[in-house]
């Protein structure tokens, strides 16, 4: 289980780090609007982790892209729909169709990560023995 967790926290963790970049180069630091998208990318690694954790050993880790779309489509949901994030971070009050694109692009951005994880997953399996 320890596995599950520090793969995808890793995976998470880095694909935060990006998105940080991106945000930084694009708007500053003094771009105020940003900070309920900061602090949920606070818990991020967790949430991730603790999602690798519950899910079925049977579909680990074949079907991790697929556990990951499940939690993307959740997200996506919170994000788009609950939280409405496109106002409070761009100002801008999407379309109820919008927010439900939005939610399906980040399921499948989630799926592709996911695809990391199971990589990152694998490779840090038990170490061979010299032969």
């Not at 971070?89 to 694109?101: E, K, N, Q, S």
């Amino acid at each position: 289980m320890f596995r599950r967790f520090v793969s995808a926290s890793a995976i998470a963790s880095m694909g935060i780090a990006c998105a940080v970049f991106v945000v930084l180069v694009a708007h500053g630091l003094a771009e105020q609007r940003f900070f309920p998208l900061t602090v949920m990318w606070c818990f991020a690694p967790l949430a991730w982790g603790l999602w690798a954790m519950i899910a079925p050993s049977a579909w680990v880790p074949e079907r991790l892209p697929i556990w990951g779309t499940i939690l993307g489509l959740v997200a996506g949901l919170l994000a788009f729909c609950v939280l409405n994030l496109p106002w409070r971070v761009f100002g801008v009050m999407a379309p109820l169709i919008w927010r439900g694109v939005g939610a399906v692009v980040i399921a499948v951005f989630y799926y592709l990560l996911w695809m990391l994880v199971r990589l990152a997953y694998r490779s840090l399996g038990p170490p061979t023995p010299d032969v």
